[in-house]
């Protein structure tokens, strides 16, 4: 399958080229040229079906034509050591726990499907040391950076916004060493996100080095998060619950959603998508006026939302023919200021004793105030409470207890290189690798 520039301005790329490349020369976004149908017994047999098994149907539709069935089975199930289960949080309103992997976020899927995917390119290549630049707001960096963790002839550079990720995230990227380093950026992921593009389109850099990125503007990274809302839907059947599913995504730079909708567009029986944000309301604000006007991020406790330029927008633009009627009728949006955030964290606890973290609690309370009668609400929870330690326990008032996985993290020595947030000094570290 060829995989086209959401600019158009260049020629398609094959599958190998596009995930090696990350982003297409004229700076837009990898889409695959087809999106697949799946047939109707699929649907109808999805409830009896593992996790694993459902998603290597959808991966079949992506990359089946390029890559062996055997190849791509192994790199599916090998990504899949883990479950997504859906629990009952309210009345008619469902939590997809997307944190039950090893760094406890629903990037994991992402970070590892890619991770083996890009290996597999790269041996195939003959290629040799391989550069990863990712950008984070917080969870893409941990869990690209354990995918890749001792990955031979590859090195992954994660830039993060100083003091702006969770302590605990921080530490599950920084405390990796070997070929992981961890570039703290005095800025925001904003500029992390812009550093990143702008070294893929600068030749000089590219001329040297073998560059490629691992953020969700690669179709590695974002497609087989689709993965998950198939799954979410066959736990529903099994519940006779699936009718009328509306899915809420907490969302940032939009490669989560993305992966939703194209599961939609495959045939996945969700009714509509609701896009959560928190203070930095960049989609919100297109969804009302019909104008996309990005602008500087703000910090807020969610902070893996806070992006002010989400790259994946363009995704959704052109899964749409670029009209703004569409994707109104097919995702509304909403805004959570840090003191709604907090209170839903609060209430939820208290009236549950379900715990969600600040993303999954923007998820929530979308669906609390959005959900009509007869539909059922899915809630993506993004990562394990925990990873937001300090400000969890601050909002409920109690200990919150470590996961063992997190814990191991916590052991490491923070290892880390400051630079500024202009690209003329960021090149110049590269170039001296």
């Known amino acids: 399958m060829k995989y086209y520039s959401t600019n158009k301005q260049v020629a ?81 309103i469902y939590s997809l726990e997307l944190y039950h992997g090893p760094t406890l976020a629903f990037k994991d899927v992402g970070g590892r499907f890619m991770a083996r995917l890009l290996s597999y390119f790269i041996k195939k290549q003959g290629q040799k040391d391989v550069k990863v630049l990712v950008a984070t707001s917080g969870d893409t960096g941990s869990a690209v950076a354990n995918g890749f963790l001792g990955v031979e002839g590859i090195h992954v550079y994660v830039l993060y916004p100083k003091g702006l990720v969770s302590p605990i995230q921080e530490c599950q990227f920084t405390t990796l060493g070997q070929n992981i380093t961890a570039l703290e950026v005095d800025g925001t992921f904003d500029d992390c996100q812009a550093l990143v593009k702008s070294a893929f389109m600068d030749e000089e850099l590219n001329a040297k080095l073998n560059l490629t990125s691992a953020n969700s503007i690669n179709v590695a990274r974002f497609l087989p998060q689709a993965f998950y809302y198939f799954y979410a839907y066959a736990q529903l059947k099994k519940l006779g619950k699936e009718k009328e599913m509306v899915v809420c995504v907490p969302s940032g730079n939009f490669g989560n959603i993305t992966a939703g909708l194209f599961g939609k567009k495959m045939g996945l029986p969700i009714k509509r998508f609701i896009a959560a944000n928190n203070r930095n309301d960049i989609f919100l604000n297109y969804l009302n006026t019909g104008v996309y006007t990005p602008k500087p991020s703000v910090s807020t406790i969610a902070n893996a939302m806070d992006v002010g330029d989400p790259s994946n927008f363009a995704r959704v633009l052109d899964l749409y023919g670029e009209s703004w009627e569409a994707i109104k009728g097919e995702i509304s949006g909403c805004s959570y200021d840090d003191e709604q955030i907090a209170e839903t964290v609060a209430a939820t606890y208290k009236a549950t004793g379900y715990l969600l973290d600040p993303h999954g609690a923007c998820g929530y309370k979308a669906l609390q105030e959005q959900l009509q009668p007869g539909e059922t609400g899915v809630f993506l929870e993004t990562a394990h409470p925990a990873k937001f330690l300090e400000t969890v326990e601050n909002i409920i008032g109690e200990k919150v207890e470590i996961p063992q996985k997190l814990q191991e993290f916590m052991k490491g020595t923070k290892q880390s290189i400051e630079l500024g947030k202009d690209f003329a000094g960021f090149k110049s570290y590269l170039m001296g690798k």
């Not at 976004?29 to 996790?51: V, W």
């Not at 149907?57 to 990504?79: C, P, Q, R, S």
């Open 12 to 92: 398609p790329a094959s599958l190998q080229e596009a995930v090696v490349k990350g982003l297409a020369a004229d700076r837009g976004l990898f889409m695959p040229e087809k999106i697949k149908a799946l047939p109707t017994e699929f649907y109808e047999n999805i409830d009896k079906m593992s996790f694993q098994e459902i998603a290597y149907v959808v991966a079949d539709a992506f990359f089946g034509e390029d890559i062996e069935a055997d190849t791509l089975k192994a790199i599916v199930y090998d990504t899949l050591s883990f479950d997504a289960p859906v629990v009952p949080v309210s009345e008619g």
